[in-house]
């Protein structure tokens, strides 16, 4: 891991300009993406190191402390920005905890068994895995079994058996953890959301065709596409055995709020949503709903934000998999160096998203920003 962020350090993609922001505000955020060294003294600091700051001609950027040491410079006594190392120690550890996790997902593992396994006390090791990842290992487990039901449950494997396969010790166990993970019972799932009715509607808008569908508790998927065929197709075929109501009037309140925001326009009425998703989801998700309107963000920048610098591909993926186009504005987010990245709905539609709210801030300057 080193060795490859000090290879993106020597191609240059730090982005001088915001790094060198980052220095003269002293932001916190930056600490452990980056650290700069001062070429007349050969000393090394993090972006909030409170030492006087040196002239902009006399910085280089680093994306690591190994890559300022192999270039000669020392670390900082006031900063210590060393000690990077050992939060890139710490992530190592994490991640062989959750590639062990995955692969022992369907056995017993308590704090004491990977504590054993990692030589680490268990208040040690919870700390770590919860500081690097977000969530705790037996939430990371838990999420690795039901991901594996899922699949055995769509390929027609009895509940009960495949309860067991995953290794949830007892039917309560699952069932506790199912309206969280999968949205309903693991017998509806299985049989393709037997039993639940899904209200939907689709209506043309700026960007073609607009799918919005809602469940008793909220709006459940919204989605843009060429064809209103295709995307009657696409929801049917996530749940083959659901109820469909073509509900044009019962969701035309909600279909006005949601065209208004694809035209570029500031949140109105607040929707209600149901969608699940794991607390890294939401967490990226709710830092996406507060970039403001006609603006964009990195994906390294909203990894910074949630507290995970270096978690900026899992946030990439949690952008690819919002359910609900717009109204969670993953279009907002773009790569370090400003290409539009990708988009789920293609990437035309996501930069005239982003023209038609910088138009709709000029057209109307007082409207809200988010």
């Not at 980052?22 to 600091?45: E, L, N, Q």
């Not at 999968?182 to 700026?206: D, F, Q, W």
Request: net charge positive.
């Amino acid at each position: 891991m080193l060795r490859r962020r000090a290879s993106i350090g020597k191609k240059n993609r730090l982005e001088p300009l915001r790094c060198w922001q980052a220095v003269k505000t002293r932001d916190r955020k930056w600490d452990g993406v980056f650290v700069y060294g001062v070429r007349s003294t050969h000393i090394y600091c993090r972006p909030s190191c409170p030492a006087r700051r040196p002239g902009r001609n006399r910085v280089i950027f680093f994306a690591s402390s190994v890559a300022a040491q192999r270039s000669g410079f020392r670390p900082c006594r006031r900063c210590h920005p060393e000690q990077e190392q050992i939060l890139d120690r710490r992530a190592e550890t994490a991640r062989e905890m959750c590639r062990y996790i995955e692969l022992h997902h369907d056995e017993p593992l308590s704090l004491a068994i990977l504590a054993a396994e990692f030589h680490r006390t268990p208040s040690h090791l919870q700390r770590t895995f919860k500081q690097v990842i977000g969530v705790s290992p037996r939430q990371y487990a838990d999420a690795c079994r039901m991901g594996r039901l899922r699949e055995l449950l769509r390929s027609g494997q009895a509940v009960t058996q495949a309860l067991y396969d995953v290794g949830f010790g007892s039917g309560s166990r699952l069932y506790e953890r199912s309206s969280s993970h999968l949205g309903m019972t693991p017998a509806t799932y299985r049989r393709g959301g037997a039993g639940m009715k899904i209200h939907y509607t689709i209506v043309p808008c700026r960007l073609g065709q607009l799918l919005v569908g809602t469940t008793e508790r909220g709006i459940c998927v919204v989605r843009l596409g060429d064809s209103a065929k295709a995307l009657e197709a696409g929801l049917r075929a996530e749940f083959p055995q659901a109820s469909f109501a073509d509900s044009k009037p019962k969701l035309a309140r909600w279909v006005r709020e949601i065209v208004s925001r694809v035209q570029g326009n500031a949140p109105g009425d607040e929707i209600p949503l149901d969608v699940q998703a794991t607390a890294f989801q939401r967490r990226v998700w709710q830092a996406l709903g507060e970039i403001p309107r006609g603006t964009t963000r990195s994906y390294r920048e909203i990894a910074q934000e949630i507290g995970k610098p270096r978690a900026f591909r899992a946030v990439a993926r949690a952008c690819a998999t919002n359910p609900v186009a717009v109204i969670v504005p993953c279009h907002r987010v773009v790569r370090s160096d400003g290409n539009l990245g990708g988009y789920r709905w293609g990437l035309e539609r996501k930069e005239q998203l982003l023209k038609l709210e910088k138009e709709s801030i000029r057209n109307n300057p007082t409207s809200g920003s988010p």
